[in-house]
């Protein structure tokens, strides 16, 4: 039987303290492949902690890729290949990489129900709190105001992003690397202009659509690289000769895939194998996972510098504050500075000193707690009314553990465009799994009749009429 000592540990959460400890010994060959885990009752009682840890802790474990789980067996340490890879030092080591074997449609509408625009609504934004931070920064900061910015955003805002990164993501990010913009879109631009016009970008297949126009738009090569239960698929990056990989591996959109660990490895072994491969890990809800701790973003493992991540604060504060930021790995810092500091930084001061002192002082952290148990409430409740509803029967849901988005597989004849068609008449506005992959997509995936329930935009209040009108869009005429 495993045994850990719980005694002098620092002040965290039983859970984590265990995930640590199985996670460390997988990583150090001490659990090895196919090792069964004890079952989550004995494990208890052996630890002397609760059930419940062991159970958080496992599912911590699985959600990253370290175990999975075997119906009505247990949970089991996944196989991982390792390989020599070179640490900051310039030191070899050996880490996790290879491979592992284990069991928008953005159109709006006049809809009464919206379940494709990302939304918030009012009542959940902290306009008083940040009105307060407002006044003080006219009252304090008038001179600075008035100041023009660097290229990459004022100081005080990117020292508080990189607080907030290593306290909720483990990141090790200095201010310096941090560069702020009107939004993700201006800064996929400065991406692009950073690693060369001459590179093949790859974009997720099914994915954002937006995205490969952004690209396309800057007339770069990209191309489309299909999207497994595990995420992007190597081999096809590989096939299609990608320079930039273009990935939300916390949670993938919309498919809500959460990349496991081996396949981030794998990931950054592509990207190691050649030199001027990047990949940019596109991180944009994961303050939004509902179950468990955040999954490790691939930043915060990659001893090569390859990977660009990049943020924004529209899913979390509000859609109309543009405010975004990419963490650029330290060996492109000066290529940055001495090829786009021309540039002037899109974001106002006025708001960059706000939102500065919002994370600052607590408040983005608090909000964020709170926006969480709210986002959780309305997915229970949308969830119960669909299994109260006669589409219980007939459908079944998934991926509903991150984000603000799960999928809702129905059983109907109707084809997606007829369905869709059909909710809009009623007043509902839905988007299916089907309209996010390439026309031109060779995949097999069962994706027809997936509908994505994006419930940013509903109340707890609307969850019954929700149901309701999926149900009836499948009868209207």
């Given amino acids: 039987m495993l045994t850990y000592s719980f005694e002098g540990i620092k002040p965290e959460p039983l859970y984590l303290h265990l995930y640590k400890c199985i996670k460390n010994d997988i990583l150090d060959g001490i659990l090895t492949p196919g090792t069964r885990l004890p079952s989550k009752r004995s494990f208890a009682k052996n630890l002397c902690v609760s059930s419940i840890t062991v159970e958080n802790a496992y599912e911590q474990l699985k959600a990253e890729g370290y175990i999975y789980s075997v119906p009505k067996k247990g949970f089991y340490v996944t196989k991982i290949l390792q390989s020599v890879h070179k640490t900051k030092d310039g030191q070899t080591e050996k880490i996790i990489k290879n491979h592992v074997s ?20 009012p009542d959940n934004f902290p306009f008083s709190i940040w009105a307060k931070l407002m006044r003080e920064v006219i009252s304090e900061k008038s001179s600075a105001l ?16 990189s607080a ?34 001459d590179k093949v970008y790859a974009v ?26 595990s995420g992007i698929i190597i081999e096809e ?18 498919t809500g895939v959460v990349t ?5 490895y794998e990931i950054l072994g592509w990207a190691s194998r050649k030199k001027g491969r990047y990949i940019i890990e596109d991180d944009y809800d994961s303050e939004f996972r509902l179950a468990g701790r955040p999954v490790p973003t691939l930043q915060s493992i990659d001893v090569m510098e390859h990977v660009i991540y990049i943020n924004t604060f529209t899913k979390s504060l509000a859609p109309t504050i543009r405010i975004s930021y990419m963490v650029l790995p330290k060996k492109l810092l000066e290529r940055f500075y001495g090829k786009l500091s021309f540039y002037s930084c899109t974001v106002s001061n006025f708001e960059q000193y706000t ?55 129905i059983q109907t004849e109707l084809s997606d465009t007829e369905y869709i ?57």
């Fill in 237 to 254: 990056l590989e096939k299609h000769h990608a320079d930039v990989a273009h990935i939300s591996p916390s949670h993938h959109y919309p």
């Fill in 102 to 121: 284990c069991s928008n449609a953005d159109t709006g509408c006049c809809c009464d129900i919206d379940l494709v625009s990302n939304r918030i609504h």
């Fill in 260 to 264: 496991p660990v081996s396949r981030r």
């Fill in 355 to 409: 939102l500065a002192r919002f994370i600052k002082e607590g408040y983005f952290e608090k909000h964020i707690n709170r926006m969480r148990n709210y986002y959780r409430n309305v997915r229970n409740k949308l969830m119960k009314e669909i299994k109260n509803s006669r589409l219980a029967d007939i459908s079944t849901i998934s991926e509903e553990s991150s984000g603000l988005h799960f999928l809702l597989k």
């Fill in 421 to 477: 068609e059909r909710c809009r008449k009623n007043k509902i506005n839905v988007s299916c799994l089907s309209q996010y992959y390439n026309k031109d997509s060779g995949s097999t995936m069962d994706i027809q009749h997936t509908i994505i329930i994006n419930y940013s935009g509903i109340k707890p209040e609307d969850a019954g009429r929700t149901a309701a009108l999926l149900c009836s869009s499948l009868d209207s005429r």
């Fill in 164 to 197: 907030h990164l290593k306290q909720f993501r483990n990141m090790e990010a200095e201010p310096e690397q941090i560069i702020t913009g009107a939004g993700t879109e201006y800064l996929y631009t400065l991406i692009i202009q950073l690693l060369g016009y």
């Fill in 146 to 161: 008035m100041e023009k910015p660097p290229c990459g955003g004022i100081m005080e805002l990117r020292s508080a992003i």
């Fill in 204 to 229: 997720e297949d099914p994915g954002y659509k937006k995205v490969a126009q952004i690209y396309r738009s800057n007339n770069v090569a990209c191309e489309y690289i299909p999207v497994d239960n």
